[in-house]
């Protein structure tokens, strides 16, 4: 069984910057893909970004294209995002996930494994 521990969410002032981490333990080496979705009050939880475990090939969302970056350290079993120029829009309870599942990579309905959450609120 995959279990996901979330850290490093908080509160950054709008054009700052924060890192995520996402400690993963179990089978991890058998997994699919890992990847961040984000939910905020009143709405779905939507996709953020993810990577391939083994190719290590990486999808963004629109909204963060080219101020996100997720990264992975197989030997460590961490998942990373990097978070720069920060927006008040990005404020919402950022989620890491896996899937050992062959799918859209993009899509909440392949991850089976979840972590708790953290919180990442940016003031304006």
């Known amino acids: 069984q995959v279990q996901l521990v979330e850290s490093g969410g908080g509160l950054v002032q709008a054009g700052g910057s924060l890192r995520l981490s996402c400690a993963a333990s179990g089978p991890t080496r058998s997994s699919y893909a890992m990847g961040w979705f984000r939910q905020a009050p009143g709405k779905e939880r939507e996709f953020v970004s993810a990577i391939y475990w083994t190719g290590g090939g990486t999808y963004y969302g629109d909204s963060v294209k080219g101020r996100f970056t997720i990264s992975r350290d197989n030997a460590k079993n961490t998942l990373w995002l990097q978070m720069n120029s920060l927006k008040p829009q990005d404020t919402a309870v950022y989620y890491c996930?896996?899937?050992?599942?062959?799918?859209?990579?993009?899509?909440?309905?392949?991850?089976?494994?979840w972590g708790q959450g953290t919180q990442v609120t940016v003031s304006s």
């Open positions: 996930a896996a899937t050992r599942a062959i799918g859209n990579i993009k899509s909440i309905r392949l991850y089976d494994y």
